[in-house]
């Protein structure tokens, strides 16, 4: 063979081993790797990336009982059934988020003829609403968080929803009952932040326990993730991930990003809003991106440690030009995700691959 052919078959050799190094890759046989799609069509390179990297995919949107059922009965399932057949055709498992949540949720659910409406018409509602979204995707929806942030931030244990107003605690076994009969094969998921902490840890294994005591069907249970930087609690994520196996269920970890711009609250209450600085809005400076690779990298090595505990791991984004966290709690440029702007890998996925014992 004449050097230069034998110079391109080489080269296209590497380049074909580096397209296989994706994080999915990596992680096989010890956890799936997720990413949460917006509903906004994606850029060619950006469903690229998405479909080589990630083996599930969860509607970051489209899929909560607002955008689903806008008004009584009228449903919009346009975007949430485009999601669904572009993840399918690509191979991807998808995750169902969310069937009951106080936000992203109208106000239609609980009222009639301008008053409240009474509990057996939301029950109905709340049934209805269920059985026709679940039963839609049956089959192609394998895993769903039927019940999202059910847990108070606060002293007491429930969190006062209009769910919780109308029902009392019955909605969420109604809704983990309702879920189990439209797929009786769907494996459902609680799912909220701040779980691995001690406080809230416990008023979710006590949800647990109580659904169960009901006879209602919890397969398994969602950790969020939304840390920040240099506040990543290691010591109370593994203990959770103890805690939970250890109680039968089945753990993802559902939303994983790393705020890099400082906010005051830790875990993720979508109402709660604050003022701050934009600290970084012409990128990160490279002091930080080390420490985030490094910090990164130090919950990969958890989380591969206790693979036999995790499922699943999806990030809540694809990159950084497409996170909440440049919305949330304020307006700012955040770059909490594994890709900058420009879909350039950040340091932090190397890091993981290393963790993985990949190089880059
Ligand atoms: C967020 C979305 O990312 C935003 O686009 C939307 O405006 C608000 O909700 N916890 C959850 C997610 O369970 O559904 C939230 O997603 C982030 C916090």
Redesign the pocket.
């Known amino acids: 063979m004449r050097s230069s052919a034998l110079l391109a078959m080489l080269s296209s050799l590497a380049a074909a081993e580096s397209d296989d190094l994706t994080l999915k890759r990596a992680f096989a046989g010890r956890f799936e790797l997720g990413v949460a799609l917006p509903t906004a069509p994606l850029r060619e390179e950006e469903n690229k990336l998405a479909f080589t990297q990630f083996g599930a995919l969860t509607a ?2 489209c899929m ?1 009982p607002g955008p689903l059922q806008p008004t009584e009965g009228r449903f919009a399932f346009e975007a949430a059934d485009r999601l669904v057949a572009l993840a399918l055709d690509h191979g991807l498992q998808v995750h169902g ?2 069937l009951v949540w106080h ?2 949720c109208p106000d239609w659910f609980f009222v009639q003829d301008g008053q409240p409406a009474t509990p057996e018409r939301v029950r109905e509602r709340l049934r209805a609403h269920i059985r026709t979204v679940v039963q839609r995707y049956a089959g192609k929806v394998k895993t769903w968080d039927v019940v ?2 059910a847990l108070s931030d606060g002293k007491e244990y429930l969190r006062p929803t209009p769910w919780l107003a109308a029902l009392g605690e019955d909605y969420l076994a109604e809704a983990f009952h309702a879920a189990h009969e439209a797929d009786p094969t769907a494996e459902l998921f609680y ?1 909220d ?1 701040n779980i691995e902490l001690p406080e809230k840890r416990e008023k979710a294994l006590r949800l647990i326990r109580e659904l169960r005591r009901r006879g209602a069907p919890v397969h398994g249970i969602g950790i ?1 993730g ?1 840390w920040q930087l240099d506040h990543i609690p290691f010591a109370e994520i593994e203990k959770s991930l103890i805690a939970f196996h250890a109680e039968g269920l089945k753990i993802m970890i559902t ?1 994983l990003d790393f705020d890099v711009v400082p906010r005051r609250q830790s875990g ?1 209450a ?1 109402d709660v809003r604050e003022e701050g600085q934009d600290l970084y809005p012409n990128g990160l400076p490279p002091e930080l991106l080390e420490r985030q690779a490094q910090q990164y990298a130090r919950l990969f090595a958890l989380f591969d440690q206790h693979h036999d505990k995790i499922h699943r791991v999806t990030f ?1 984004g694809l990159h950084d030009g497409r996170t ?1 966290l440049n919305g949330w709690p304020y307006k700012r440029t955040n770059h909490p995700l594994f890709w900058d702007r420009q879909l350039q890998a950040k340091p932090a996925l190397a890091a993981v691959l290393a963790v993985a014992g990949q190089g880059l």
Do not use: F, G, L
Request: hydrophobic share 15%; aromatic share 16%.
């Open positions: 970051e949107n909560k988020h969310t936000q992203q999202n942030e799912n932040y969020q939304h939303e993720a979508t809540w909440w």
